[in-house]
């Protein structure tokens, strides 16, 4: 199986050197067309996989099994692949809406939010590997575990339930936080360099400019946000190699999905109650696994389900609402750094 982990790792460099090296050289804000035509690439993509994964699971290539390995036939395998897939890419949004107001908080303009999504994904990347596999090895030697994460999913869900808050003063409470930690390290430059780099030299001192700044928020926001997707996708399955590539195909995608989401977030406004649903969903799974068995393409048709309902429900009641255009390029600065800077990263 190793060599199934090296092959996909080594597929998800190609993915992303090709994405920023090639696809996206030129800095730009993508348009909203754009912006789906690309996600509607990489989900089409996501679901090819699972092609793979139903051949390596039905002919058995996958040899000796490894540990957090289970022994699908190559549709169950298929199956279970795809609903885990759909169930990160749904908990995702929320994270999506976190990274808006990271951007508009520390200004970062358009054509430089894809290098810090870029960047942020790929640290995701690293950060779900070892999350994944911590908890795997959890739910397989630990059983009782799968208790206290369906209660926390519960939680979690019903929390989203809660009115919410003007929280502007808080946001800007928040921010200064961040720059004062990051700044006991490098002083922290409050505008972003306009040709994206995260460290700049002023007078010949390092600085980090507010493009580092809100790398850092974005990979903590994930982080965060993780504690909720990664016990709740353990409850499809426990096969670390098929939660792992479900989980990274989410987030290779997000990058696309961000900028629909960043013009259109005001027309989304029942997609937190479909979230809570199914947060809820599989905590009540998770927690009553040995009493009652959801079979995984109920637990499929029941996630897909609550998202399209959130969607057109959301669309429905918003309808005639322009798009919040000026979202992705919310806070360009208007003024350029000082001449003295020089780039340094």
Known sequence: MIWFWIGFL????????????????????????????????????????????????????????????????????ALTYLTAFVLEKSLSIDNLFVMVLIFQTYRIPGHLQHRVLFWGILGAVVMRAGMILGGVWLVTNFQWVMYLFGAYLIFQGLLQLRPEKEEHEDDEAKRPLLERAVGRLLPVLSEPHPAGHFFVRVDGRLHATSLMVALLSVEVADVVFALDSVPAVLTVSADSFIVFTSNVFAILGLRSLYFVIAAMMNRFAHLKYALSFILVFVGIKMALHQVFHIPILASLGVILGAVLVGVFSSMWATRGEPPVEASPHAGEPKTDPAPDQDSSA
Request: net charge negative; no cysteine.
């Open 10 to 77: 080594g597929l998800v460099v190609v993915l992303l050197a090709l994405d920023l090296g090639v696809l996206n050289r030129r800095a730009h804000t993508p348009t909203v067309r754009e912006s789906l035509a690309w996600s509607a690439g990489w989900i089409s993509l996501s679901v090819l996989f699972s092609l793979l994964v139903y051949f390596i699971y039905e002919r058995k290539l996958y040899g000796d099994l490894d540990a957090g390995t289970v022994p699908y036939s190559g549709a169950d395998a």
